[in-house]
């Protein structure tokens, strides 16, 4: 079953489905700004509205051979400076900049269990990759 995805901003079709998503997801919000003047004792704070702060995940998920796992991983990079909706657990997360994404690794396996692509049992390539989102305000 597929906990975590990306689909296209407004579409709930999946198009990049993970395994798994580690990281520490940060949401948009007004978060203050620190204020402070030279000789005045203290700090002060800005509100300055709602925004995102770049935050870095990590994902896995299983294709069927090679060539499919680097086209998949050429398909992650053709949406950097893009817009697409996050979803965590199965629920929307909101909607994330892509401001980059790496390849941490290519594994192939001699046998998938609980895959989302890959039948059980049949060989496969696992792809790894990190990712730098920013969430947007809704």
């Known amino acids: 079953m597929i906990s975590h995805w990306l689909t296209e ?9 993970f395994l798994t998503l580690d990281g520490s997801l940060v949401p948009a919000a007004d978060r203050p700004e620190r204020v402070i003047y030279k000789g005045v004792t203290g700090i002060g704070a800005w509100f300055d509205g709602a925004r995102g702060e770049p935050f870095g995940v990590s994902t896995f998920t299983d294709i069927h051979d090679g060539a499919t796992a680097i086209t998949t991983f050429s398909q992650y990079q053709a949406k950097i400076g893009l817009l697409m909706d996050l979803y965590y657990l199965g629920a929307k997360w909101g909607s994330v900049l892509i401001h980059d994404v790496s390849l941490k690794e290519f594994r192939t396996v ?10 059980n049992g049949n060989p496969g390539v696992l792809v790894y990759a990190d990712w730098k989102l920013e969430t947007l305000p809704s």
């Open 110 to 119: 001699a046998s998938v269990v609980g895959g989302i692509t890959v039948t």
């Open 9 to 17: 901003v407004g579409n709930n079709t999946v198009v990049f489905p």
